[in-house]
């Protein structure tokens, strides 16, 4: 409710990355700004593949409709919906009905918008009443960030590590903690210790790529010894291959 008065959708872009903590548990959008377009992931989707098509959809409609009526701009062809998966039977027979661009068999899910937009001015932006919500949003917010502070602590030491070579064992004992300790405290979370590790993997391996890296660079830097290994990482989180995420870019 806040974003719907915020000055432009630059501004959106900034405050739901800085709070995507308390949004959706079943699903947050991360913006990565690039020269010519805005790239939206989603992150904390649903496990479950025969949801991963429709909670796709829906948030590509959401973004629409929320750009489209707070804004009261015509994003119709500026908004891509890139979908991993082939397309279904279904979709021919909505395709009309759906105000957006749908591209299917892609080397990766994610929604896409041309960054043109972030110069658009939001003709509701009222600064009183954005900052009335925003001390609730702070508050939910700090409140997120307390409650996962044990995976955060885990996390950081993770990326303090110059390869990514710790093991459960070294991340227990710079934490003063016990191997057993660890694994329980992030089962408090619905966490592993690899998947902390796995996300933190992932989330590093996106950034070098983003920045032109190779696939052989980027396995070294994460403490791969071979290839495969983060091509087995990113075909789990992503559905794609490491060469199909770059080509994406």
Not at 45 to 73: K, R, T
Not at 120 to 144: F, G
Not at 147 to 164: A, P, Q
């Amino acid at each position: 409710y806040m974003l719907k008065f915020a000055s432009g959708i630059g501004e959106v872009v900034d405050l739901s990355n800085k709070f995507h903590l308390v949004r959706s548990n079943v699903i947050s959008p991360i913006y990565k700004l690039f020269d010519r377009r805005v790239e939206i992931d989603l992150v904390k989707m649903q496990e479950d593949v025969e949801f991963e098509l429709p909670i796709m959809f829906a948030s590509a409609a959401f973004i629409h409709s929320f750009f489209c009526n707070s804004f009261g701009v015509d994003i119709d062809d500026r908004l891509t919906l890139y979908v991993s998966d082939g397309e279904p039977s279904y979709f021919s027979g909505i395709r009309s009905e759906i105000p957006f661009y749908v591209k299917f068999s892609q080397c990766r899910s994610h929604i896409c918008i041309d960054s043109e937009v972030l110069n658009i001015d939001n003709p509701n932006s009222d600064y009183r009443l954005k900052k009335l919500l925003m001390a609730s949003v702070v508050e939910a917010s700090n409140r997120a960030k307390q409650e996962k502070t044990f995976r955060v602590r885990v996390r950081d030491i993770l990326l303090k590590s110059s390869t990514l070579c710790l093991s459960a064992d070294d991340v227990a004992s710079e934490l003063h903690m016990s191997k057993r300790t660890l694994g329980r405290r992030l089962k408090e979370e619905n966490l592993t210790f690899l998947a902390v590790l796995d996300g933190v993997r992932m989330e590093l391996a996106q950034q070098y790529f983003d920045h032109g890296e190779s696939v052989s660079n980027v396995t070294s830097r994460l403490g791969y010894e071979s290839s495969a290994s983060l091509v087995a990482l990113f075909k789990r989180h992503s559905g794609t291959t490491p060469k199909g995420y770059r080509d994406g870019l």
